[in-house]
């Protein structure tokens, strides 16, 4: 695509529910990287992926956060049980391989009530 | 400590000003320093990276390294109105992958 494609781009849950949000990397970019984006911050690694194996997950903040890129391309990063201390804004970025721009997406708005 | 400081501002300068933006960073092991410019409800768009230390010039923009301060810099010369964004200093040890971010610093600049 032209684009990091993110879906959805807002999302409103329930606190407990799980959630999935989903990236689409532009084509043929073999890395992807999530961040998370609170309000007035900077963002902040949450993992990365170069192909399909998962090369750092080291800011996943806790065990309820996961994320799997199973065919290489498309990214899905789930939180269970769902705080709304997790409410932020949830960034997908990708590059063409490591050590090189990364492009970021739109972002998932995830609020949790 | 955060390892990337970073003003929030916000900074508001009248059109046709310099602009400087800085931050600070405390792991001496960081080599790639990045700048980004992130528009109210968008993504970060990468603006200017360096390497190391020195000077990186481009266009109406300057990036900056000084390793023995532990200090980055980003000048905009003559800044028009669409340069107002939020700037967001970056920092990672091998290149894009784990960038750690300043807090973004917001600015406006007025016509």
């Known amino acids: 695509g032209a684009g990091v494609s993110q879906s959805p781009r807002y999302k409103v849950t329930k606190r407990g529910q799980d959630v999935a949000l989903r990236c689409d990397p532009i084509s043929g970019h073999v890395s992807l990287y999530w961040y998370r984006q609170a309000l007035g911050q900077g963002p902040e690694f949450l993992t990365y992926?170069?192909?399909?194996?998962?090369?750092?997950k080291s800011g996943l903040p806790n065990d309820r956060f996961s994320a799997e890129r199973p065919e290489g391309s498309i990214s899905t990063l789930t939180i269970q049980r769902t705080e709304q201390r997790d409410s932020a804004m949830y960034r997908c970025?990708?590059?063409?391989?490591?050590?090189?721009?990364?492009?970021f997406g739109q972002g998932t708005r995830l609020t949790v009530v | 400590q955060k390892e990337v400081e970073q003003d929030p501002g916000p900074l508001s300068v009248p059109e046709g000003a310099i602009v400087s933006l800085n931050c600070t960073y405390s792991?001496?092991?960081?080599?790639?320093f990045m700048w980004y410019r992130q528009y109210s409800r968008k993504g970060p768009e990468l603006l200017m990276y360096?390497?190391?230390?020195g000077n990186k010039e481009d266009g109406r923009f300057t990036a900056q390294v000084d390793k023995s301060s532990k200090y980055i810099s980003l000048f905009i010369r003559d800044s028009q109105p669409s340069d107002s964004a939020t700037y967001l200093c970056a920092r990672a040890q091998g290149g894009s992958e784990k960038l750690v971010f300043g807090k973004g610093t917001k600015l406006t600049v007025n016509p």
């Open positions: 360096t390497y190391s230390s």
């Open positions: 792991n001496s092991a960081f080599q790639y």
């Open positions: 992926f170069n192909y399909e194996a998962q090369q750092d």
């Open positions: 970025a990708s590059s063409s391989q490591l050590n090189t721009e990364a492009f």
